[in-house]
């Protein structure tokens, strides 16, 4: 709970129940996803996008600073991916550790312009950033294959040492994504709980008073967006592998807005587990209503924005009131001040 | 120095269309202090209807339809920079009774509101419309080209320009020099004592947020026979309207202005040596000023940072 008042007696854990009871019934979905009609590939696709929803919220929901144009470093490390492939060494870790490398460092590059800036003065600059990083992967032909992509990306084989899995098939992929997942689950959950992700918790709160009590406020600002876009790379970097192809849209404004979109409905600004709730609220509705509508955005939109006007403490939120028994407006007004916070005081009072 | 007055003209002209895309938006944040992401949507939409309208087959009944077709371009031309910036006012009401609830909270919620409202418009416009491109028909008056310094330069960016200053001259004067400006400033700077004197600040905001969607139409209007009309063209308005807003200062009605001319000026000059790299500069523009001036060029202080 990131923004719980209470630390959980989990908060100290490595591994918490939730997230074992989260891991047995992820293992099961190959079992039965086919049965109820969707495709082990929504299942990769739902890991990668919970891995960066994941990362994106550690900006926006521990650090309560509006990034919204996150899709960038999940890109990046789409493109690194099948450029350290291609043009480096086709082994599975060097290229995975590329991803995680190269969005860290456009991601330190860009935590170095904006990390002094607040509001919406730092929203548009990473907007910004983001549409510079997508307007050079689109008009960077001989370098990203353009809008067409960057294509024939492989699945490379996970090889240790002595043996070695082959991950072509969606289902060996899938374990392969969800054991990276549970790892990066484990190291996000720790990085919150810890001192480091503490201090941070405190700069959302109020920069000023985490700088009078000596912090170096720009370093933490600095540090947890260079983490977050590692992240998101190497999610990007394991989303290549997936789609046997790095395209340009997702550093595009609109994925972008996704990503927001998924971490708010889920309601990553009050819980950890938020952003997981919203990608499988997303892209499954985004496979049911499409099914039964081209126009499925058209929906998703009215549906989100209904959430806004009503539910604005996000799905887990909602949840986390009637578990704990805490009243609906209680969790609403700690949502409330955490967008607050990232936004600015009150008005209209 | 003599080759780049085509460069610089072309990009005080798209200057001028910059600050007309954003002055609809800098409306809605300098005096209610909420992002209306929804701005581009409703900016096609302006110009789908536009399109619609002066086209051959008007959304009228049969009988109105067939008097509207049989008035000169020109006439039908003039009547739709009135009736699609109405219809488009209506649909911007709708988003203010939606927006209203959100008004005692935080401005990230009427920006996620209207990311909603923008998904859900352009959407009904690929639903209505499809994904083809069209083309807004403009008068004989306002279209073609002329010579001149043996250069053929488009009328109708000239025209887009002309009128895109005089709409920015008359919200200069309905803001700083009308009652009406006067409240709604008042309204923003102080709501509790605006309502103390007995103004309806509810209309007055509602007033100021369809002023600020008609603007939009109106944009669209404007830009959309030079852009050409496709369902992106929401996107490509709506970035740099917010980017004009913040390198301009929010909260600054000619910082908007004068950044929409530098952007213009900063797209058009780079057009001329690197086109394919031309959309890149106003976010270089954009990332140079704000790390130098935390407010952009003119802004004041205000909530949207925290």
Redesign the interface.
């Known amino acids: 709970m990131t923004a719980s008042p209470s630390p959980s007696s989990d908060a100290a854990r490595l591994v918490t129940p939730a997230m074992l009871v989260l891991w047995v019934v992820l293992a099961t979905v190959p079992l039965w996803i086919a049965r109820v009609g969707l495709y082990p590939y929504l299942g990769i696709e739902i890991l990668i996008w919970s891995l960066y929803a994941l990362a994106f919220n550690l900006v926006l929901g521990t650090a ?1 600073l ?1 990034s919204f144009g996150h899709g960038a470093y999940f890109g990046i490390g789409a493109y690194a991916f099948g450029l350290c492939q291609f043009n480096l060494a086709a082994n599975l870790w060097a290229c995975l550790a590329a991803s995680l490398v190269i969005a860290a460092l456009a991601g330190a590059l860009v935590a170095l ?1 904006i990390s ?7 929203a ?2 990473t ?3 983001g ?2 990083f997508w ?2 992967a689109i ?1 960077s032909h001989s370098i990203t294959g353009g809008e067409d992509g960057l294509l024939k990306i492989v699945r490379l084989p996970a090889g240790f040492g002595v043996i070695s899995f082959d991950l072509t098939d969606n289902v060996a992929l899938y374990y392969f994504v969800l054991i990276v997942f549970a790892l990066a689950l484990m190291g996000m959950w720790r990085l919150v709980h810890s001192p480091y992700g503490r201090v941070v918790a405190a700069i959302r709160q109020s ?1 000023t008073r985490a700088s009078h009590l000596g912090y170096h406020v720009w370093l933490y600002k600095a540090s947890i967006f260079t983490l977050s876009a590692a992240v998101s790379g190497l999610a990007g970097g394991l989303f290549a592998m997936a789609q046997l192809a790095a395209f340009p849209d997702v550093m595009s ?2 994925q972008s ?1 996704y990503v ?2 998924m971490t ?1 409905v889920g309601g990553g600004l009050v819980s950890f587990w938020g952003p997981v709730v919203g990608v499988f609220l997303f892209l499954i509705a985004r496979d049911v209503i499409g099914a039964l509508t ?2 499925w ?2 929906y ?3 549906l ?2 209904a959430i ?2 009503f539910r ?1 403490e996000g799905i887990a939120g909602a949840a986390a009131a009637a578990f704990q028994k805490k009243s609906l407006g209680s969790i609403r007004r700690q949502g ?1 001040s955490a ?7 009150e ?3 | 120095m003599f080759d780049l007055l085509p460069h610089i003209l072309n990009g005080l002209t798209l200057g001028l269309l910059f600050a007309l895309i954003a002055l609809g938006f800098m409306l809605i944040v300098g005096l209610m ?1 909420q ?1 209306n992401l929804a701005h581009g949507s409703l900016f096609a939409l302006g110009a789908y209807l536009a399109m619609q309208l002066t086209g051959p087959r008007p959304p009228f009944p049969a009988e109105i339809a067939k008097a509207w077709l049989a008035l000169p371009l020109g006439w039908r031309y003039a009547a739709t920079l009135i009736i699609a910036p109405a219809a488009v006012g209506v649909v911007g009401i709708a988003i203010e009774f ?1 927006m209203r ?9 009427g920006l ?2 209207t ?6 418009i ?3 416009i ?2 209505i419309w499809g994904t083809r491109d069209y083309v807004l028909q403009v008068p004989q008056a306002v279209s073609g080209g002329f010579l001149f310094q043996d250069l053929i330069w488009s009328t109708y960016r000239f025209y887009a320009a002309g009128i895109s200053a005089v709409i920015i001259g008359l919200v200069w004067l309905l803001i700083e020099k009308t009652p009406f400006g006067a409240t709604v400033k008042a309204g923003a700077h102080d ?2 004592i605006v309502r103390a004197l007995g103004i309806n600040l509810t209309r007055l905001r509602l007033l100021v947020f369809v002023l600020g969607t008609m603007l939009a139409a109106v944009a669209g209007i404007i830009v959309a026979p030079i852009w050409g009309i496709r369902p992106h063209m929401g ?1 490509d308005a709506v ?1 740099p309207a ?2 004009v807003i ?1 390198l301009g200062g ?1 909260g600054s009605f000619w910082g908007a202005v004068v950044a929409g001319l530098l952007v213009g000026l900063c797209v058009g000059l780079s057009g001329a040596y690197a086109s ?2 031309s ?2 500069s106003m ?2 523009l ?2 140079a000023v ?2 130098v001036r ?3 060029l003119w802004g004041k202080k ?5």
């Open positions: 309560g509006p312009f002094h800036r607040r509001g919406i003065y730092y548009f600059m907007i910004a950033f549409q510079i307007t050079v008009k920069e404004l609109h807005g927001v979109m708010l081209n126009a955005m058209l998703f939109g009215l989100f924005m806004v006007l604005p409330s967008m607050r916070l990232l936004f600015g005081g008005r209209w009072r | 202090e992002i939606c609830r959100t008004y005692g909270k935080d401005p990230l919620y996620l509101l990311f909603g409202a923008a998904m859900v352009e959407e009904a690929r639903l709501s509790e996107v970035i917010f980017l913040v929010v394919e790299w959309l890149l976010y270089l954009l990332v704000v790390s935390a407010r952009g205000s909530v949207l940072e925290a």
